[in-house]
């Protein structure tokens, strides 16, 4: 695995709002207004993450009703493109309810744009969301949503990142996947709750790092008290050591860090587990994988 992953520093912005309410228009205008924010606060941004169904209400038995069939016609996919666009920006473009006509399926799906507004990528949450912990919380996306089934690795001038989306991360075979494919993140657009955020978010994150030697992004919706669905908030970047270098608290916020190269290489030159996998004993855990 290559020291030089990422080409130069670079800066991102995490767009912690509260834009999952019913009203899809406004949701979509509080993101735009929030981006644009960023980047008036730090305008050599590049790299820009709205949090998971950022434009509506994140609940099962709302996807179908707020769905869109993803092209150019669709309202989401034009808002993401103009605000990558006009600010110029790689934008991880959160998650939003897709439908899939040939199938009648429903896919939460995280679209990527390029600084010119191109779609680049989209990645279809892989793994739903379906828990029922006791005095917690129960539930079931798969009530209403079908899983992905490709793992998604961007390629971009300044480096390659991977994506995915919420209870992705608890897999830690797609950030392996992506990491393997030299990347030098993971993203995951997310929406983890009280009752799990205290519980693993952190952990979660940190474990992504470490193992891979990687930064990993993750970005929540704010916490609207009084809501349905209580997100965690606490967007945050964790650097390839594992340490937390940014944080949000639990309301509106937007996150700044800036990444480092060197950051990356020190650590994989001081404990070089990249190269000292001994894929001779364990085969790799995916043919997908380099
Ligand atoms: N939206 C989600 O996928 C939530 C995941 C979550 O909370 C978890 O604990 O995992």
Redo the contacts with the bound molecule.
Sequence with gaps: MSLNVLKQKLKIALIQVAAGGPDKNANLSRAGSFIARAMKEQPDTQLVVLP??FNSV?ATDQFRKNAEVVGPDSQSFQFLSRAAREHKVTLVGGSIPELEPSTDRIFNTCLIFDSAGELIGRHR?MHL?D?DIPDG?T?R?SDTLSGGSSSTTISRSFGSFGVG??????FPELAMISARRDAFAMIYP????T???P???HL?ARSRSVDNEIYTILCSPARVPGGGYQA?GHSLVVDPQGNVIAEAGEGEEIVYAELDPESIAKMRRSVPVTTQRRFDVYKDVSSDAK
């Design positions: 998971e169904c994140y949450k969301f828990v919380i539930f996306e989306i919420c209870y992705d991360i608890r997310s929406a983890f709750n009752v799990t955020g519980m693993h978010w979660l965690y």
